[in-house]
């Protein structure tokens, strides 16, 4: 069975400083591996994903996410966090076959990113 | 603007009444999905219609009953629903059931 783990709940940064969101996975062939963003009252909004090919995945807003196989982590980064960054991410993993497994999500990190 | 329109935004009802949500998709997608989101707990999926047919229903009590009349249309009929119900529920839609997913800004829903 899939499943995806975001160990914590709040992450807190002070404006500038580099961000990271943490998100590991657990599923039995080979992964796709997204996160999304939802800020307040509204849906879930689409990233950044890794399906294949360089580790190093960049999507919107500059962020950034690392798949690493070995420890089975694809967390989400960004070099200089700013205030309008503060709003909850959800890590998501499916497995890489034909198509027929549903997205399964982590419960979510708040992050707050104080000026 | 994801191009995931549901209405209403916010819902109040009682136990006995009887409410439908709506969700309408513009991006030619093929494939729908209802979920509930609670507060502290992992989204959850609750349907998936592709091309129409449902694909998926993940153990979901039939006081919620879904339906899906055409690519871009997805309801969720709602009957005798419990105060636990209350929720966010968003819907979202994609190109397959491979790829990214867009997401509505979801109906909040109170159950009283």
């Known amino acids: 069975a899939q499943s995806v783990a975001q160990p914590e709940d709040q992450v807190n940064v002070a404006e500038g400083n580099p961000l990271t969101v943490k998100c590991t996975y657990s599923?039995?062939?080979?992964?796709?591996l997204f996160w999304y963003v939802q800020y307040p009252n509204r849906g879930l909004q689409f990233l950044l994903k890794?399906?294949?090919?360089?580790?190093l995945v960049k999507g919107s807003y500059g962020f950034e996410a690392e798949f690493n196989k070995s420890q089975t982590s694809f967390h989400l980064k960004k070099p200089s966090a700013l205030v309008s960054d503060s709003a909850l991410y959800f890590c998501?993993?499916?497995?890489?076959?034909?198509?027929?497994?549903?997205?399964?999500f982590g419960k979510g990190t708040r992050l707050s990113v104080i000026a | 603007e994801t191009g995931v329109t549901q209405t209403p935004r916010h819902l109040v009802m009682g136990m006995t009444n009887k409410k439908s949500l709506k969700c309408e998709q513009h991006l030619g997608h093929n494939a729908m999905y209802w979920y509930k989101q609670s507060a502290k707990k992992p989204l959850e999926l609750m349907f998936v219609y592709n091309f129409k047919e449902q694909t998926e229903n993940n153990s979901v009590p039939s006081r919620f009953s879904p339906e899906c009349p055409n690519s871009s249309h997805l309801f969720l009929h709602l009957h005798t629903l419990q105060p636990e119900d209350s929720a966010l529920y968003l819907c979202a839609s994609s190109q397959d059931k491979k790829n990214i997913q867009y997401f509505g800004a979801g109906t909040r829903l109170s159950v009283l």
């Open positions: 998501a993993v499916r497995v890489f076959v034909s198509g027929n497994t549903p997205l399964v």
């Open positions: 599923v039995s062939g080979n992964p796709y």
């Open positions: 890794y399906i294949t090919g360089d580790n």
